[in-house]
Nanobody
């Protein structure tokens, strides 16, 4: 299973960007999606997560929206009213049920995207 992200780049303060992350491979179902970010010199932090309901870091509430398209195995992060402190590498994460080879079983695994750079600067 692979997660491939796209949509990062440079935005001005107050601007918008939309990130996408698509899962591919032998997927049975996707339990949950999340977006994390890591700013220079800081730890990776959870930005948004969707698992039936969506939750957000306080710093992005009202500005960011996470959504998923299950038909496309894709998650999006719409980022509006961007601030310089939103700068960082954004990673998508998925909790995916995958078949266990040689059995009729499935089991959950965690997967990460490669990261996409978001820079907010004038």
């Amino acid at each position: 299973v692979q997660l491939v992200e796209s949509g990062g780049g440079l935005a001005q303060p107050g601007g918008s960007l939309r990130l996408s992350c698509t899962a591919s491979g032998d997927i049975f179902s996707i339990n949950a999606w999340g977006w994390y970010r890591q700013a220079p010199g800081k730890q990776r932090e959870l930005v948004a997560r969707t698992e039936g309901i969506s939750t957000y870091a306080d710093s992005v509430k009202g500005r960011f929206t996470i959504s998923r398209d299950d038909a496309k195995d894709t998650v999006y992060l719409q980022m509006n009213s961007l601030k310089p402190e939103d700068t960082g590498v954004y990673y998508c994460h998925a909790d995916i049920n995958v078949p266990v080879p040689g059995t009729p079983m499935i089991e959950p695994h965690d997967y990460w995207g490669q990261g996409t750079q978001v820079t907010v600067s004038s």
